[in-house]
């Protein structure tokens, strides 16, 4: 027996209030960017790979508070941010700097805690420093990785089906990264290459289930030609699919939460993004990109002319 084998559901019929309400998600992140934006210069919280500077995690025997170790290493690296996680005796140390003279900030900022707390009192953990440089560049490296798996995405669907998937999909994966970046700038998560990586796997993910869909739309167009209307055809193209989508969605669902809750503070972040993301992903395959085709191909019909031969699946039915 499959979880929702027999499902009939009227997808299509509730598109406006998907429509609302991803309008409003969407304008509550762009919204978040933009009074971050204001407030702490960057739209985002982005991390030393980006801005460039130097991050070391440390762990005290002994509880100990942000206000002792500012206190000792911001005489030595001015500027330095300190925040706590896990334990009472967990920090992560942020400098801005690269180098603080001709010494690199980190060495400067392990000895000066090893001399007001003495050698044995820690031990530290993740270190990470680059350079300003190194971090703009990776910043625009980041950049064109996105935009290009967006054009690969259109060029791509263009060829597996025709221009009208392309666009729906694109505008569907576009609206998932519009959101999990508005998450991202609202709760301050530290962009870093991780957080790059988590947000081209959710893109990657999205495509995918749209892509299933969109597969089972166009055998359902090809199967049925003119005898069903493109909402029944898509309502039970989704319907079809559907069990497929739930069992990949808590499958990987189920691994990112033990990734988040047994992986450590710097897989954290990572499974976050990814949790909010896939969930959102799901939604649009279902919610967004369907709808949008719909939306398209009554915008922009099919037309035929006598004697033309289309690829299978390509010429859509009449929207009504």
């Known amino acids: ?37 204001f407030d702490k210069g960057d739209w ?43 334990g009472a005796g967990d920090f992560v140390i942020r400098a801005p700097e690269f180098t603080a003279g001709k010494a690199q900030a980190v060495d400067l900022i392990k000895q000066a805690l090893a001399q007001k ?20 560049e990776l910043q625009s490296k980041a950049l064109l990785a996105i935009l290009a798996s967006f054009a690969a995405t259109l060029v791509y669907l263009a060829f597996r089906f025709e221009w009208r998937y392309g666009v729906a999909a694109t505008l569907a994966t576009a609206h998932d990264l519009i959101f999990v970046l508005g998450f991202i700038a609202a709760f301050r998560i530290d962009v870093s290459l991780t957080t790059v990586a988590a947000v081209l796997t959710i893109v990657g993910y999205s495509l995918n289930d749209t892509v299933i869909i969109f597969d089972r739309i166009r055998e359902n167009v090809r199967k049925a030609g003119r005898r069903e ?7 039970r193209s ?12 808590t499958t990987t669902l189920l691994t990112l939460y033990s990734l988040f809750f047994l992986g450590g503070e710097i897989l954290r972040s990572f499974a ?49």
């Open 1 to 37: 027996m499959r979880l929702f084998g027999n499902a009939h559901f009227k997808f299509i019929e509730v598109r406006h209030i998907a429509y609302v309400g991803s309008g409003i998600a969407l304008l509550l992140a762009i919204a978040f960017g933009i009074f971050w934006h």
């Open 44 to 86: 985002v919280n982005y991390g030393v790979d980006f801005t460039g500077g130097s991050i070391v995690q440390v762990h005290f025997s002994q509880p100990m508070t942000a206000a002792q170790i500012r206190g000792v290493v911001e005489g030595v690296v001015p500027g330095t941010e300190i925040s706590q996680f896990g």
């Open 117 to 136: 707390f003495g050698a044995g009192s820690f031990t530290s953990g993740r270190t990470e420093a680059v350079s300003a440089k190194v971090g703009g």
């Open 229 to 235: 209307g493109f909402i029944e055809i898509l309502d």
């Open 238 to 249: 989704i319907n079809e699919t559907l069990p497929r989508t739930i069992l990949t969605v």
């Open 272 to 320: 976050e993004i990814l949790i909010v993301g896939i969930m959102v992903g799901t939604y649009s395959s279902i919610f967004v990109a369907s709808p949008l085709l719909y939306e398209i191909n009554k915008r922009w019909p099919v037309v035929k002319k006598p004697g033309q031969r289309t690829r299978a699946g390509s010429s859509l039915p009449a929207s009504v």
